[in-house]
């Protein structure tokens, strides 16, 4: 059975760090890029991140560039993501997602057919 599941929400103060996780199962994680995305309250849900398969390829928000790091770890079946120097605007509800070849083609969803149930990050001081 496929499945994600998301861990390493919580909440924070600004300025502060959190590491997401996304294990998988039920598929070769390697062969899928595998992206992040967030929904603040009242907002749509928008791309923060992206990886390729292999992990050779990134891509960014401009909001989140400098500030968080996607990596994965594929023996692990495990993507993560480092989230540096926190501010409260970061607040939300975060997903990962398998989309449907192993390059990162940005952040429309039609794309990415696998999602997890999301965990919260919370931004407060």
């Known amino acids: 059975q496929l499945q994600f599941v998301e861990s390493g929400g919580g909440l924070v103060q600004p300025g502060g760090s959190l590491r997401l996780s996304c294990a998988a199962s039920g598929f070769t994680l390697g062969y899928y890029a595998i992206g992040w995305f967030r929904q603040a309250p009242g907002k749509e849900r928008e791309g923060v991140s992206c990886?390729?398969?292999?992990?050779?390829?990134?891509n960014y928000a401009d909001s989140v560039k400098g500030r968080f790091t996607i990596s994965r770890d594929n023996a692990k079946n495990t993507v993560y993501l480092q989230m540096n120097s926190l501010r409260p605007g970061d607040a939300a509800v975060y997903y990962c997602?398998?989309?449907?070849?192993?390059?990162?083609?940005?952040?429309?969803?039609?794309?990415?057919?696998?999602w997890g149930q999301g965990t919260q990050v919370t931004v407060s001081s």
């Open positions: 997602a398998r989309d449907r070849d192993s390059f990162c083609s940005g952040y429309v969803e039609s794309r990415y057919n696998y």
């Open positions: 990886i390729s398969g292999s992990g050779g390829r990134t």
